[in-house]
DNA sequence: CCGGAAATGGAGCGGCCTATCCGTTTCATT
DNA sequence: AATGAAACGGATAGGCCGCTCCATTTCCGG
């Protein structure tokens, strides 16, 4: 009797229609997230998923068990990028490429640049192993980086949030002037942290289509 | 008849006490900007003022005309920085003096570090030319300190507002580790715009405290 | 000291947000 | 097919926001 496969408190099955729609609500939330970041409204996201307000409620009860649901594979990347630059034919190479891949990740989608700047998910213990087991990886190389003697001494683990920071600034107050923005600034960032800087860099976007970005972002930030 | 001394359209002058209320409204409106950034509400700003709702509307009947009284003296400090580094020994001493004073306004104060990635205010005819006499003495100081060959020839303009984009993110994200996290960068990002790179860097905040301020920073984000 | 212009402040409107309640519909099992 | 549990979604409560209207109070020049 009540045999049923349920084991944690979470783990009933969902009906076929309710995973249906929780599909629906991750895909419509992962759009907007992406292009809004993550202060897109619950009733948008509703709206936009073709669902009312209290399914969402019902599957996600707090804000952060659906943040976690949708970037739980874009953490998942980055953890992948993170063990894939350790594979890499130099320490530097691999440092360098997992440097411009999580950044570009960023640029890719604005919800989780924050995500990527923010601690404290709460229940979401998949999502902090992947994104701990990119930073114990991305540790590893830097200790490679430093003996090769290409990566600064000084270089600290606290710099790669500090960078993840510095990068969601320029990509949402650079609007739609933001990836390339991105690009060159990730550049500069990688002359900095090399003991020799031969890194080429993206040219600057035209400072017509930088202000126009600029002013894109008012509404958002106020 | 009608002689006033008017003038423009604006040009009348207050009575006293509705001058006395104005200050008061806008050391209100810096203290809390500073703390909390541009989102601090009109009603919260009247509340902190002492002065009903109405009144606040009246003096400055548009968002960006209250941010404009505000940040006039700030922007007044950024250009005279920018004076003050034309005067330096050298030109890169110059340009480096002017990014660290520009920067440490950002660290300052939440609510500048934003005006300063906007462009756009719509009335504030006097803020905008002193952003703009700033922006003309440090393109100077660009031309001086690549003759110098202090500064590496791709160094652009633009790379000055993708720099003050990059640091208010990371002071907004870093909440209480912020200043001492934007110091460390702002040395990080010299080092990539000069040609021999030999800027010091403050230590990384211990990563307790770069998380904690990750942390605090939730709410305001999202 | 007095009268009118200037200034005040709070009630109130419409909008958007999170979150919950509850009557109705849909599914899956027998 | 029947039936009970699961899922649904709209209505709604409660809060904060920007902004306006208007009865009342305050200042200042004659």
Redesign the interface.
């Given at each position: 009797m009540d045999a049923k496969p349920e084991g944690r408190g979470k783990g009933r099955r969902l009906r076929c229609d309710a995973e249906a729609n929780r599909d629906r609500i991750i895909e419509a939330a992962r759009r907007l997230y992406g292009s809004e970041g993550?202060?897109a409204s619950m009733a948008a996201i509703a709206r936009a998923a073709g669902v009312g307000i209290a399914t969402l409620f019902r599957r996600f009860p707090v804000?952060s068990d659906l943040v976690a649901a949708v970037f739980a594979d874009a953490m998942e990347a980055n953890r992948d990028a993170a063990a894939a630059a350790l594979e890499a034919p130099s320490a530097w190479d691999g440092f360098r490429g997992y440097v411009i891949a999580v950044c570009g990740l960023q640029a890719e989608n604005r919800g989780f640049a924050?995500v990527l700047?923010?601690?404290?998910f709460g229940s979401a213990k998949e999502l902090e192993r992947h994104r701990q087991e990119a930073v114990d990886a991305f540790g590893v190389l830097i200790e490679r980086a430093k003996d090769e003697g290409r990566l600064r001494k000084?270089f600290?683990?606290?710099?790669l949030?500090?960078l993840l920071?510095?990068?969601?600034?320029?990509l949402?107050?650079?609007g739609e002037a933001g990836p390339e923005?991105s690009r060159?600034?990730v550049g500069?960032?990688l002359?900095?942290?090399a003991v020799d800087?031969a890194e080429e860099?993206e040219?600057?976007?035209?400072?017509r289509r930088?202000?126009r970005g600029?002013?894109r972002?008012?509404r958002t930030?106020?």
């Open positions: 993550l202060s804000r924050e700047t923010m601690t404290s000084d600290s683990p606290e710099d949030p500090i920071m510095a990068n969601a600034g320029v949402t107050a650079a923005s060159r600034f500069q960032m002359r900095a942290y800087s860099l040219p600057a976007p035209p400072s930088l202000l600029m002013i972002q008012r930030g106020a």
